[in-house]
């Protein structure tokens, strides 16, 4: 039976109970995603019944043209947020990288679960097993959809060539394996994790070889805003430490007003109520670069706060102090404010019209 927007059931007792339509992309990781961020809130909420509804985006349709040469901000959330705003799912599964640092009007980012490893990971072609980056003979290709591992890459080995790669995990494996193009990929180490293919890392790339990008290796789930009972639903899957790192990051890229067709790169730590931040920018071939860190108190004290409806770069956290998630989203913008200072915006407005014009 429908009641208004929202789809119920009724179960063999009778009673009406409320479906919640969870959306995501088709590809076999964010699936897998979806079904662990419904997992977990079947466990909280066993009463609840939970629908999934997968559907493609622009991303996962262009498949012959690098992420940083489409120019869509929203590459792979596009099209569920559609259904969100026209009422077809009532919440949306997301890599939080993906997500843009800006939200169309009407969403927010309700939870931000705990982080997988957010690093970057060398899957190696069987034939060059055991070796690394550093080893690899010179010339080999290193395949890579991402401008910011390029970057960074390019300056710590410069022995290396590197090449466009795109598809889902699935298919970027599989072109690995089976043709003679690639030499290794980089891949993120959480995604790997996730479809269980731990066993293909060869090495992990630590921040000395290459900070990772804004959010990554973090699940978050996109609700409508007005939607106050599925957002107090979802606000429990919210992991504190992980929602401060990434509002620093989000802030910090947001003022930059990067996105994947310019390299930015981050790399965060929560220890002893200490929030630091180090943030990087680099020109396309790695050659020009500003990096700077940054720390802030995150501890809240004895303050008593009571819940407010207040977006951080897009996420509402009831549950997680304000006064931490304003520090985290301070200690973003003043980080970038610094690079700002020091020539970032020249940098980064050379790599983009340089990828502009590959």
């Not at 690093?119 to 690899?136: E, I, R, Y």
């Amino acid at each position: 039976m429908e009641e208004g927007p929202y789809k119920c059931v009724r179960d063999g007792n009778g009673t009406v109970n409320r479906v919640i339509r969870m959306g995501t992309r088709k590809s076999q990781l964010a699936r897998i995603q979806t079904d662990y961020v419904a997992e977990k809130l079947k466990t909280l909420y066993p009463d609840v019944h939970l629908e999934i509804v997968a559907m493609s985006t622009i991303g996962d349709k262009i498949l012959d043209t690098a992420l940083s040469k489409i120019g869509e901000k929203s590459l792979f959330t596009k099209e569920l947020e559609n259904a969100l705003e026209r009422n077809e799912v009532d919440l949306v599964v997301h890599s939080l990288k993906d997500l843009p640092t800006t939200l169309p009007n009407g969403f927010t980012i309700g939870a931000v679960l705990q982080r997988e490893s957010p690093h970057d990971a060398v899957v190696l072609h069987p034939k060059n097993s055991g070796l690394t980056l550093d080893t690899l003979p010179d010339g080999s290709v290193i395949g890579t959809s991402s401008l910011r591992r390029a970057a960074q890459l390019k300056k710590r080995f410069p022995h290396l060539e590197f090449k466009d790669i795109r598809g889902n995990l699935n298919t970027r494996l599989k072109k690995l394996d089976e043709k003679e193009d690639y030499a290794a990929i980089i891949l993120a180490a959480a995604g790997l994790k996730r479809m269980g293919w731990e066993a293909r890392v060869s090495q992990v790339l630590g921040p000395e070889d290459c900070m990772y990008a804004v959010g990554q290796g973090a699940l978050a789930v996109e609700v409508r805003a007005r939607d106050c009972d599925i957002l107090e639903m979802v606000s429990t899957l919210h992991h504190s430490e992980t929602v401060l790192r990434c509002i620093a990051e989000r802030a910090f890229l947001r003022r930059l007003e990067g996105g994947c067709s310019v390299p930015v790169a981050v790399n965060t730590e929560v220890k002893d109520s200490v929030l630091s931040l180090t943030g990087a920018v680099y020109s396309l071939d790695g050659a020009d670069s500003l990096k700077e860190a940054m720390e802030t108190s995150v501890d809240p004290g004895n303050k008593l706060e009571s819940a407010a409806d207040i977006q951080h770069v897009g996420v509402t956290a009831h549950n997680v102090p304000q006064c931490a998630q304003v520090a985290a989203e301070k200690l973003g913008v003043d980080l970038a404010n610094l690079l700002l200072s020091k020539g970032a915006m020249e940098i980064l407005t050379t790599a983009r019209k340089l990828n502009d014009a590959r």
